[in-house]
């Protein structure tokens, strides 16, 4: 194995499994600054970026296999180095978050760096593997939540921790600021510090701030309905975000015998839908039954759009590595959503998603500026991001593909209404969709019987044993 962690460490057992223990042995958090000096100055985030909606962490974890080719390489030390080199780059990575006059975000670039922590694990890849799916039940012991960095203004805006494992592979675990970047964004900046990393002296696209291109207009003007930030009353006491401390979470693999299932439940007209769709449908439909959600009530389903690639000439450059998404909401009532057929719901996820255009998404940065950087509606919610098109798997440092790469876990804030789509292979090697879902107990029951009905009550035959591949937390 590569070299020991330096004498001043911290030790912590976890159980990731009823069968696995684990110790994980961390050096102290390091600041990592840009390899060398970069400009000092103050750069705005956009409207888009700052919204209360995104003023969060978000953890994400790439898993490694043991690659002989690299047994003389220490990944500590090649991912540390070239994560200097990458913030010359990002060198806004490096500042800290500062909030002026109308709560408007910006960056101080002061190149104070980002808090990167070594450490060791004494277990092998193999004995970790029944774990590669979110919730990673040992997050904390694989991502050092270093005290004092859970606030968005005035602290680092990545934390970083290498664990080596006892066979030459590793964990990389990142925590990253919201308001600076999306899935897309973070994809283009971890792949930018893996080419570096195998040895290149710049990334191969160049990154581009830019966050003027998504500011509100002035003077600043809502043209577009936006259901997403209505602001309506709470009478379901809580669908949105409950006490941590009383849910479960819970994986779930869709691979093609599930999608499948799926598609047979929807008319001809229906068939061109994409599976986000069509699995977004069925998550919103079977969440609002097993959270027995009063006929009358509306309920909100919230989906990503991507503005990158949506529209011709593109609405932000290549490069540009901020916030570029709406989130618009379909909207219905509970007694529509699980009374009509399944293809109700999908068609409202397929045309909500439609309505968003260049107007819809400068309409939205107006909004922030109108109604002070609003969140979202959070009764009776739910958000479903997609971060398949991030290839966070393929990011590759030198060890090859990971064998997961994505989010950690489900949530956002301190609430379970949010779930990522996220690319991952079962252990038959099928390709497929995990997503993970947080409820109370008793509902998550209901939310596995009816996720069972939708997809086995069709007089078709069963896959073999397990329906799901799921985890609990």
């Known amino acids: 194995m590569a070299s020991s962690p330096a004498p001043n460490t911290h030790s912590n057992m976890a159980s990731p499994s009823p069968s696995l223990m684990f110790t994980v042995r961390r050096c102290q958090p390091e600041l990592v600054a840009p ?222 015998v599930e999608i499948a299932a799926l598609r047979r439940l929807i008319p001809d007209h229906l068939q061109k839908c994409s599976t986000f769709d069509i699995i977004t449908a069925c998550l919103w439909r079977c969440r609002t039954k097993a959270l027995q959600i009063e006929a009358h009530e509306d309920v909100r389903m919230m989906v990503i759009v991507n503005a990158r690639a949506r529209f011709n000439p593109p609405m932000v450059p290549v490069g540009y590595y901020g916030n570029a998404f709406a989130f618009p909401a379909a909207v219905t009532t509970a007694g529509k959503l699980c009374q009509n057929p399944f293809g109700y719901a999908v068609e409202l996820i397929n045309k909500v998603k439609g309505e968003v255009t260049e107007e819809y998404i400068q309409s939205a940065a107006d909004l922030m500026v109108i109604k002070g950087r609003c969140l979202f509606t959070t009764v009776s919610s739910f958000i479903v991001s997609d971060t398949t098109r991030g290839k966070f798997r393929n990011v590759d440092f030198g060890w090859g593909d990971a064998v997961f790469g994505g989010p950690a876990k489900g949530g956002i804030g301190a609430s379970s209404a949010v779930t990522y789509f996220i690319p991952i292979k079962n252990p038959k090697g099928e390709e497929g969709i995990i997503f993970v879902i947080g409820l109370d107990a008793e509902a998550m029951e209901r939310f596995v019987k009816e996720l069972n009905d939708m997809l086995w009550n069709q007089n078709q035959p069963q896959r073999n044993g397990a329906k799901f591949i799921k985890s609990t937390l």
């Open 35 to 256: 390899a060398i000096p970069t400009p000092n100055e103050l750069k705005l985030l956009s409207d888009i970026d700052d919204q209360d909606s995104l003023r969060f962490h978000v953890p994400v974890l790439l898993i490694y296999q043991n690659e002989p080719s690299m047994a003389d390489k220490d990944p500590v030390e090649v991912i540390r180095k070239a994560l200097a080199q990458t913030l010359v780059f990002y060198y806004p990575f490096a500042g800290r978050l500062r909030e002026g006059p109308g709560r408007k975000l910006m960056v101080d670039c002061t190149g104070e760096g980002v808090l990167f922590t070594e450490a060791d694990a004494d277990v092998t890849f193999d004995q970790f593997r029944d774990n590669l799916q979110p919730p990673i039940p040992c997050l904390e012991e694989l991502l050092y939540d270093v005290p004092g960095t859970q606030e968005i203004t005035n602290t680092p805006l990545l934390l970083v921790q290498v664990t080596r494992l006892k066979c030459g592979g590793f964990i990389l675990a990142i925590r990253f600021n919201h308001t600076m970047s999306d899935a897309s964004g973070l994809s283009q900046f971890l792949n930018a510090w893996a080419e570096i990393a195998r040895g290149a002296t710049k990334p191969s696209i160049s990154p581009l701030w830019r966050r003027e291109l998504l500011m509100a207009r002035d003077p600043p003007r809502i043209t577009c309905n936006h259901r997403e930030y209505e602001q309506v009353p709470d009478t379901n006491k809580g669908t949105f975000s409950s006490n941590e401390d009383d849910m479960v979470h819970r994986s779930f693999f869709f691979g093609p």
